[in-house]
């Protein structure tokens, strides 16, 4: 069986005020000065201040998932960036010559066009009696 034994800290004993003895006026700091330290608290102080809350095995995981994120995010962010560098390198130099090709091929059929529009113009100025006649055909 377990058996407890009260220990006592002579220290504590000693800077111990009773009840009676204690006041709010002899507290040696003000609320000003509370107010100022909460107010120049930032948040990086704060989160450090978590650090006797949280162990120190969990803390280990933490921060080898926030080194593993970072080194994902970092590795994405260079491929992806060599990826969009392959891309548009192939698109320049594939993809515009081929662009430029296709819309001289477009003017070339537009101007074919053009000129059957303008022979069949011609053939109906020339009316049914102007038409070209072949040498051996008689009317």
């Known amino acids: ?27 040696e700091i ?6 100022d330290d909460v107010v120049d608290e ?3 102080d704060r989160l450090v201040a978590l650090k006797d809350i949280i162990p120190p095995t969990q803390r280990t995981k933490i921060a080898n998932a926030a080194s593993s994120l970072a080194n994902t ?5 260079k491929f992806g960036g060599k990826a969009t560098w392959v ?4 698109a ?5 010559p081929l662009a430029l090709a296709i819309e001289e091929e477009a003017q070339y059929t537009e101007y074919e066009k053009q000129m059957q529009m303008q022979a069949g113009a011609n053939d109906a100025n020339r009316g049914p009696d102007r038409r070209p006649r072949s040498p051996g055909f008689r009317s």
């Open 92 to 96: 320049i130099l594939f993809g515009f």
């Open 42 to 44: 930032t948040f990086y």
């Open 1 to 27: 069986m377990v058996q407890f034994e009260e220990v006592t800290d002579e220290h504590f004993e000693q800077n111990f005020k009773k009840e009676e003895e204690w006041s709010d006026t002899d507290s």
């Open 87 to 90: 891309l548009a390198t192939s």
């Open 73 to 77: 995010a970092t590795w994405l962010g």
């Open 30 to 35: 003000s609320e000003s000065e509370i107010e």
